[in-house]
């Protein structure tokens, strides 16, 4: 069992930046893929971005050059800097823990985050 607590988050002016964090606790967090995924009302959650067990960054074309995700194994934490934020990239944003390898699909992750809302406006 792994629990995720999200924190981060809020109201950003189009261009400015957000940072998101995500910690887990429970076992073998070093051995999960960690993604975030966001969601609006009426549709699924998207991939954003993902970091495997091996550190490997997976990132949306949408988010690629503009959001870094990171991970501290010591601190069973994960990171996502959000950069040159848009009116698109609102939405609440989880995070995911997934041990089956695959990386874009919602469908995969096993636990999830609180979620917390990301608003940018114009």
């Known amino acids: 069992q792994v629990q995720l607590v999200q924190s981060g988050g809020g109201l950003v002016q189009d261009g400015g930046s957000l940072r998101l964090s995500c910690t887990a606790s429970?076992?073998?967090?070093?051995?999960?893929?960690m993604g975030w995924f966001r969601q609006t009302p009426g549709t699924e959650r998207e991939f954003v971005a993902a970091i495997s067990a091996g550190r490997t960054a997976y990132y949306a074309s949408t988010v690629e050059g503009r959001f870094v995700i990171s991970r501290d194994n010591y601190k069973n934490t994960i990171s996502l800097q959000m950069n040159s934020l848009k009116p698109d990239d609102t939405g609440v944003y989880s995070c995911?823990?997934?041990?089956?390898?695959?990386?874009?699909?919602?469908?995969?992750?096993?636990?999830w985050g609180q979620g917390t809302q990301v608003t940018v406006s114009s």
């Open positions: 995911g823990a997934s041990d089956s390898g695959v990386v874009r699909s919602s469908y995969a992750y096993k636990y």
């Open positions: 429970g076992h073998s967090f070093t051995a999960y893929t």
